[in-house]
């Protein structure tokens, strides 16, 4: 032990290893202000309904870079929760998610009554497209986006690519979006009679993207219809893929059917997959919403 120490001391004070320790402390700062980002909560206004929790996690995952972006709204006529998921195989994967989160979230607040849900996510998904374009400066890049809208017991919501939004209750987590990627153009294929099992499951391009903001061609979003009728003990899920294709569902419903606040259980669902330590682990984001309504 006593030799460790020195020779680290004559380490430390050689002056021509100066320049690499510098280089060293750099890092390790850097490291460490991208792990106290990871950890910090969305700031939220005091002035939140009463009875709504907000909780969210994230991790970095292995990537080098988070392309993940969310944010929440809380205003006196309902709740916006959006959740983007910048495609990390494109260089503007970051600069898309955040800027179209922050759009939607720039549109909720701008607004001074609960709006025409279709209405709403029709122009600020749209916004947010031009935007992202505008942005991105000719660089190649998009965003997976789900967004909530939530008034009284009322769920609104619009998505395009594979990000998710669920219901966990009583015990069970409720799919309510579909993903837009070529996998379930083939479930649909198949079903049809087009394609053969077989032919669904091998297709190699199963998992890419066909919808999703940030490029020339977007139409428009999936908005739903009809809201979802919340209920008591309801809990709403938004997650990106790298959250789902890390946990199982039913280690995701063990987790959220245990008595802890939505930050909490946002945050063991984090800590569990950084426990698995996956060696491609996708950027992964969270929030969870609960009570209220």
Known sequence: MGATVNT?????????????????AGCLSIWLLLFVRSRIPVRQRDDRPVGVQIGNGQTIGARSEQDDYFACAVEPYGVLAVLADGISGLSGGKVASTTAVETFIREFEALERFPDPAEFWDASSHAANQAILRNLLGVPGGTTLVSAMIKGRELYWGAVGDSILAVFRKGELLAINHKHTLETQLEEQYMSGEISEQEALDNPQRKRLVNYLG??????????DEPFALQPADKIVLCSDGVYNSLTEMELETI?????????????????IEEKQLVHQDNATIIILEQGW
């Open 8 to 24: 680290f001391m004559i380490l430390w004070h050689d002056k021509e290893l100066t320049p690499y320790w510098v280089l060293v």
């Open 215 to 224: 490029y020339d061609h977007f139409k428009q979003m999936e908005i739903a």
């Open 256 to 272: 959220l059917a245990k008595d802890m606040t939505p930050f909490d259980a946002a945050q063991t669902i984090i800590d569990l």
